[in-house]
């Protein structure tokens, strides 16, 4: 017995100590690292599941101010429309009325009636009668009569090099023929100037996209330009079809996080 416990006690003796205490160390570093690596993946499950609850909140509530806006519009064109009706275009004050709604809606850059030949005939502030029978709003009009609010694609003024973007409705004579079109210039840059103020940290975006993909409007600070059109962008095609939802996707070296509202904060035809 007394020779067999000297024979493992040389064994041991040959076996260096560095290697014992790297293998030690070894095997404590592995730990450490799996260890590491499930609290990253914990902490990256958490920001995401906090990520996704809120920004769905911002896009709900920026998709609320979208949408009061243009309801607001809506219901100021339909008033239009029945005066137009009732005493004809050329007997409406354009310009007293945009006065009158100018504190509560002041996103409204001009009003605008279009006549049935397509040459915008009356407007705020007057000036002489123009040919647009070639602009989306007149012509979505002309082809057809939704009765609602149709919202076209961001416009580059002819005069100002300002966007606007351009809500407008089918009007009629009291007869019912065409009277021609009554159309509400709105300014992007009051959505820029709301989404400003949206908490979405340094590197966040905030858009509005209609369902064509065309961008309406950005938060200031974007490399993207209104006017854009992202119908072929992963974003673009993760949200389209979708009522509401969170993705994520990767651009560059940047995780990105986007969600859709519930309602879709584009005004479409």
């Given amino acids: 017995m007394a020779t067999k416990n000297r024979t493992i006690l040389r064994f041991i003796d040959k076996i260096p100590i560095g290697a014992i205490v790297i293998a030690g160390a070894a095997a404590a ?13 914990y902490q990256e499950s958490e920001a995401i ?10 896009a709900h509530t920026f998709n609320g101010h979208v949408l009061g806006v243009i309801s607001n519009v809506d219901l100021h064109s339909k008033i239009l429309a029945e005066e137009v009706a009732r005493h004809g275009a050329g007997r409406v004050d354009l310009e007293a009325y945009r006065r009158k709604i100018a504190e509560a ?3 409204v850059l001009q009003i605008g009636i279009i006549d049935a030949f397509g040459y915008l005939a009356h407007s705020t502030p007057p000036h002489e009668r123009i040919y647009v029978g070639d602009d989306e709003s007149f012509r979505a009009n002309l082809m057809v009569d939704t009765g609602k609010l149709l919202v076209a694609r ?8 300002k966007w606007w973007i351009e809500m407008s409705r089918r009007l009629y004579t009291a007869g019912g023929a065409l009277a021609g079109v009554v159309v509400f210039r709105v300014d992007p840059d009051y959505f820029s100037r709301f989404s400003a ?3 979405v940290g340094r590197n966040g975006v905030v858009e509005i996209v209609r369902s064509d993909g065309i961008v309406t409007a ?25 009522k509401a939802g969170f993705f994520i996707s990767a651009g560059g070296s940047t995780a990105r996080a986007g969600s859709s509202p519930s309602t879709p904060s584009t005004a479409t035809r």
């Fill in 197 to 199: 103020a949206v908490p």
């Fill in 29 to 41: 570093v592995a730990i450490l690292w799996v260890a590491l690596f499930q609290f990253i993946r």
């Fill in 105 to 107: 809606m002041p996103y």
């Fill in 154 to 161: 961001p416009k580059l003024g002819r005069r100002t090099g």
């Fill in 49 to 58: 599941a906090n990520s996704a609850s809120t920004n769905i909140n911002l």
């Fill in 218 to 242: 950005i938060r200031e600070g974007q490399n993207l330009a209104i006017g854009t059109d992202i119908g072929k962008s992963q974003a673009f095609e993760r949200m389209a079809g979708r």
